[in-house]
């Protein structure tokens, strides 16, 4: 009889699960509360676009919005 592997869990029985830890509740509950598609319509047009030398691409909007928050939420 061959060694039972954990890399075929649907064939062993063993489930992959994530725990859910309150880093996670919070990031869930804070995707359900805040409208972020409407906050980065508003910002958006505000926001720097490439120049025509180029440079260092800027970072997304959404990304930045969400740092924010965070920033002042924890």
Known sequence: M???S????????FEL???RTRKRAFLEQMDR???WAELVALI???????????????FAVEKLLRIHFLQQNL
């Open 44 to 58: 958006e047009p505000y926001a720097p676009k490439a120049g025509p030398k180029g440079g260092r691409p800027a």
């Open 2 to 4: 061959k060694q039972m």
């Open 33 to 35: 509360v805040v409208p």
């Open 17 to 19: 699960r994530t725990k």
């Open 6 to 13: 954990l890399q075929a869990p649907m064939y062993t029985g």
